[in-house]
């Protein structure tokens, strides 16, 4: 179950308009802080990101499932279900045998995945298959968004990059 400041923030997101994967990011923020804070782990910081979209089309998020060569039929199907769970009426209460089988293994699960290295990783793996295009739209966004001292910063952090990418070859 969500925490109720997770709900409230998407709740407050959709009342401004924002869009439901924006909505759907506070659910995947607070599965994060979860594995971070070691309330159970992942495998990998994918199934933490699904675990997190998982709970938001069923706390009711208008997120669609993936598309079809977007993802297998399996996640395409679970995704289904998810969003049909989050549109019932009358919630049905979780199997406490299943959820404590669940909460067991994650907590077996290591905890690497939510690490600031794993997650950028896969942002730029995702960016990466996104293509150019969204790569340059986003980079534009960002300039556009940062403002002048958040640009500075990031050209600093850059060039520091840059720097020590040199040092080490």
Same mark, same amino acid.
């Given at each position: 179950m969500?925490?109720?400041?997770?709900?409230?923030?998407?709740?407050?997101?959709?009342?401004?308009g924002k869009a439901p994967s924006t909505q759907a990011?506070?659910? $995947? /923020? &607070?599965?994060? *802080?979860? $594995? /971070? &804070?070691g309330k *159970?782990?992942? /495998?990998?910081?994918?199934?933490?990101?699904?675990?997190?979209l998982s709970k938001a089309r069923r706390a009711g998020v208008k997120l669609a499932a993936p598309r079809k060569g977007k993802a297998s039929a399996q996640v395409r199907k679970k995704a289904q279900?998810?969003?049909?769970?989050?549109?019932?009426?009358?919630?049905?209460?979780p199997s406490p045998a299943r959820s404590r089988a669940i909460s067991g293994a994650l907590k077996r699960e290591g905890r690497a995945a939510a690490s600031p290295k794993s997650l950028a990783r896969q942002a730029r793996s995702t960016a990466r298959a996104r293509g150019p295009v969204a790569r340059h739209k986003a980079a534009i966004k960002a300039v556009?968004?940062?403002?002048k001292t958040g640009l500075k910063l990031a050209a600093r952090k850059a060039a520091q990059t840059r720097t020590s990418h040199r040092r080490a070859a």
């Amino acid at each position: 179950m969500p925490e109720q400041e997770t709900l409230e923030q998407a709740k407050k997101d959709e009342q401004e308009g924002k869009a439901p994967s924006t909505q759907a990011g506070e659910f $995947v /923020r &607070e599965e994060v *802080h979860h $594995v /971070r &804070e070691g309330k *159970h782990g992942a /495998r990998s910081t994918k199934q933490a990101i699904a675990i997190g979209l998982s709970k938001a089309r069923r706390a009711g998020v208008k997120l669609a499932a993936p598309r079809k060569g977007k993802a297998s039929a399996q996640v395409r199907k679970k995704a289904q279900r998810d969003i049909r769970k989050g549109q019932a009426s009358r919630k049905r209460k979780p199997s406490p045998a299943r959820s404590r089988a669940i909460s067991g293994a994650l907590k077996r699960e290591g905890r690497a995945a939510a690490s600031p290295k794993s997650l950028a990783r896969q942002a730029r793996s995702t960016a990466r298959a996104r293509g150019p295009v969204a790569r340059h739209k986003a980079a534009i966004k960002a300039v556009r968004t940062k403002g002048k001292t958040g640009l500075k910063l990031a050209a600093r952090k850059a060039a520091q990059t840059r720097t020590s990418h040199r040092r080490a070859a």
